[in-house]
């Protein structure tokens, strides 16, 4: 199967800090991805996402970029708030129908 | 809009029962995903239903089985419970007749094997 990895399982920072969270995936022909939260007891939420065709998008307080050149994906929340402490995952489409990998999943911690 | 619902939100089985699980998708959705999350770890793809039929299953054994329904709801059955099934089963849904999107996920199925 595919691979999705995290750099890093464990992230804190301070409340109005920001956040980086990455993800390295395995298959250059992957098109789509997705970063999701979940929060304890919750199922994962969409956050944002992004096609192979752009290398930045923004939402709210959320940036994601792409770099293909090294298959690299990051998660950039800015101004962290304690909302935010959750784990959060990228997800890989590697254009087999609509099927997607998942990452371990980093856990945000954000210290008030 | 109703977001993807699960039940029961919790079950409690013994080792070598048979465990149920229903999902429900978002309305016009018709792939429903299963994903195993046991604890601490990352989701472990199951089984990918579409129209009501299996279009695709992960590295499980064939106790885990599903099926979906006329209705595009899905049930997902494991067999000959094992201590190790004990995990929270996630079902997620999407319209993949819209192009690759995100699949929208449900609370879960917290399942565990005593």
């Known amino acids: 199967g595919e691979s999705v990895g995290l750099h890093l399982p464990t992230l804190s920072v301070q409340e109005g800090d920001n956040s980086i969270i990455n993800c390295a995936y395995s298959?250059?022909?992957?098109?789509?991805f997705i970063w999701y939260k979940q929060e304890s007891g919750k199922g994962p939420q969409f956050i944002i996402d992004i096609r192979s065709n752009m290398d930045k998008r923004q939402g709210q307080r959320v940036t994601v970029l792409l770099n293909k050149t090294v298959k690299h994906l990051s998660l950039q929340i800015a101004a962290t708030q304690p909302g935010d402490s959750a784990v959060y995952f990228c997800?890989?489409?590697?254009?087999?129908?609509?099927?997607?990998?998942f990452g371990t999943g980093t856990s945000l911690t954000v210290i008030p | 809009e109703a977001g993807v619902t699960q039940s029961p939100t919790h079950l409690i089985k013994t080792r070598g029962q048979q465990a149920t699980l229903r999902c429900s998708p978002i309305s016009g959705h018709t792939s429903v995903y299963w994903y195993q999350q046991a604890l601490g770890l990352g989701l472990q793809f199951l089984l990918w239903?579409?129209?009501?039929?299996?279009?695709n299953r992960g590295n499980f054994p064939p106790r885990f089985s599903g099926r979906q329904f006329p209705n595009y709801s899905s049930e997902l059955n494991v067999n000959a419970l094992e201590l190790e099934d004990s995990a929270l089963y996630l079902c997620?849904?999407?319209?993949?007749?819209?192009?690759?999107?995100?699949?929208?996920f449900g609370d879960g199925t917290r399942l565990s094997i005593l």
């Open positions: 997800a890989e489409n590697p254009i087999t129908g609509n099927q997607f990998y």
């Open positions: 298959n250059s022909a992957s098109d789509y």
């Open positions: 239903y579409d129209e009501g039929e299996e279009r």
């Open positions: 997620a849904s999407s319209n993949p007749r819209q192009g690759v999107q995100p699949q929208h």
